[in-house]
C-alpha cells in the first residue's frame, strides 16, 4: 500500500469498514450457531465490537477524499486477511450448528486471526499514515482530527487484544467442561474375563 497516496489510504479504510462488517458477520454467525450461553453471549460481544469498529472505520473512510470501491476489489488491498474471514465465513455458514467438541480448536483459530488483524492495524499506524489522513481531513473540513484518529485506532487495536483473551476464556471454558464431562463419566469395571464363560455342562 503506498502510504501517502490519499486514494490508496481511502480505499484501505473503506476495506477496513467491509472487513470488520464481516467479522461482525462471522461472529453474529457462530453466536447463532453455538448452544451454550455463556460462549454464546462472548462470541456476541466481539460480534457486537466489530460492527462498531466497522461503523467507526466508515466515518473516516467518508470524510477523505471520495473513490469508486467494490467490496470486491478488497482481496488484493487487504490480502491474507481478507481471505482468512472469508474462508472462517464460508466454513460457518455451512455448518447448521456448532457442535461443543470443535470449539476448543475453532478458539485457537479465531485468536490467530484476531492477532492477525491487530497487528496489520498496529503497523498501519507506526507507518504514521494517520498523519496524512488527519491533512486530508482537515483541507476538505478544516478540522483537525489527528489525535481522534489515534485514540479510535488505539482504542481498536486494544478491542482486538481484548477479542484475543475472550477466546482464550472460552477455550479454557470449553476445555474445563471437557474434563469435568470426563471425570463425570461412570466408571465401568470388568471382571476377569474367564469368569465370563459358562461352564459346559457335563450330561449330555
Not at 453474529?28 to 466481539?46: F, N, T
Not at 487495536?157 to 472460552?170: A, N, Y
Amino acid at each position: 500500500m503506498d502510504n501517502r497516496d490519499p486514494r490508496v489510504l481511502t480505499q484501505f479504510m473503506h476495506c477496513l469498514t467491509f472487513l470488520e462488517n464481516n467479522l461482525y458477520l462471522l461472529y453474529k454467525d457462530l453466536a447463532d450457531k453455538v448452544e451454550m450461553p455463556l460462549v454464546k453471549s462472548l462470541m456476541l460481544e466481539i460480534s457486537l465490537d466489530s460492527r462498531k469498529h466497522s461503523i467507526l472505520f466508515k466515518g473516516v473512510a467518508d470524510s477523505m477524499p471520495k473513490v469508486d470501491l467494490k467490496a470486491k476489489d478488497c482481496p488484493k488491498k487487504i490480502g491474507e486477511t481478507w481471505n482468512k474471514v472469508e474462508a472462517f465465513r464460508s466454513e460457518i455458514s455451512a455448518k447448521e450448528t456448532i457442535p461443543e467438541e470443535s470449539l476448543s480448536a475453532l478458539s485457537e483459530k479465531l485468536a490467530v486471526l484476531e492477532s492477525m488483524i491487530g497487528e496489520e492495524y498496529y503497523v498501519f499506524v507506526q507507518l504514521k499514515t494517520l498523519q496524512l489522513m488527519a491533512k486530508e481531513i482537515k483541507q476538505l473540513y478544516n478540522v483537525d482530527l489527528e489525535s481522534n484518529l489515534q485514540k479510535i485506532f488505539a482504542k481498536i487495536i486494544s478491542d482486538e487484544e481484548h477479542h484475543r483473551e475472550i477466546l482464550q476464556r472460552i477455550r479454557e471454558l470449553i476445555e474445563s467442561k471437557t474434563q469435568k464431562d470426563a471425570d463425570n463419566a461412570p466408571k465401568v469395571s470388568f471382571q476377569n474375563p474367564d469368569s465370563w464363560r459358562r461352564q459346559l455342562p457335563t450330561n449330555y
